[in-house]
């Protein structure tokens, strides 16, 4: 298995603009997470997708990011529009269960000038 | 409420030496526990996990942990350090029922010394 695969590694983009973060779990697993970590805030999760229904976007930090699973295997996390406090590390993760464990992806590394 | 604590932001060994790392939790009941390492620039891998059995429970890399029921503790530990090893290290809890959200520590930095 490939693991969980996450596009792309590094976005650096201006404020103002769109960014979209792309997400495939790993195939089977029914559970997808969305985090963000920073060095000020550490690792918060702003989403959680359970069988491609969001459960719990309580984390979100506000109407600009928004979040997406599709299908199964597919799922973006877009900010529109950007601003530099946005500049973190995103990843995503997916479980097969509460008692299994996450497997996080490689993340994408965000940069907003 | 609901915590992860772990004492130490960083942690300096020797390459060889023994380490334990340490996380206390505050939770209404025994939730899953789970330690992670993080390489930089990389994301989080698991290491170990425990939700019921055998206190003591053997991960990936050399690693073990021990739940204290008693002292709300979850150590992780490593008889051996090698230098490969530094990384830094996260304690999460995770309900056993409902809603699927883990608590994550705020991380412990390893440096090893060759």
């Known amino acids: 298995d490939a693991g969980v695969i996450q596009s792309p590694r590094h976005e650096v983009t201006e404020m103002g603009q769109e960014v979209t973060l792309r997400c495939k779990p790993i195939?089977?697993?029914?559970?997808l997470f969305w985090y963000r970590q920073t060095m000020m805030r550490g690792l918060e999760l702003l989403i959680y997708f359970n069988n491609n229904v969001p459960i719990d976007d309580s984390g979100m930090p506000e109407d600009r990011f928004s979040a997406k699973m599709p299908n199964a295997s597919f799922s973006t996390l877009k900010i529109q529009p950007s601003e530099p406090r946005d500049s973190a590390v995103y990843f995503c993760?997916?479980?097969?269960?509460?008692?299994?464990?996450?497997?996080f992806g490689s993340g994408t590394r965000l940069t907003v000038v | 409420a609901q915590s992860v604590t772990q004492p130490d932001i960083h942690i300096t060994v020797s390459e060889g030496a023994s380490l334990e790392l340490r996380c206390n939790y505050s939770?209404?009941?025994?939730?899953?526990l789970f330690w992670y390492v993080q390489s930089p620039g990389q994301g989080l891998q698991l290491l170990l996990k425990y939700f019921s059995g055998d206190t003591l429970v053997q991960g990936i890399k050399g690693f073990e942990a021990e739940f204290k029921r008693s002292q709300s503790s979850f150590n992780l530990r490593k008889p051996s350090v090698h230098w490969s090893d530094a990384a830094e290290y996260f304690c999460a809890v995770a309900p056993t029922s409902g809603t699927y959200k883990y608590i994550f520590g705020t991380g412990t930095r390893l440096k090893v010394l060759a």
């Open positions: 195939s089977g697993h029914d559970y």
């Open positions: 993760a997916s479980s097969a269960g509460q008692s299994y464990g996450y497997t």
């Open positions: 939770y209404g009941a025994t939730p899953y």
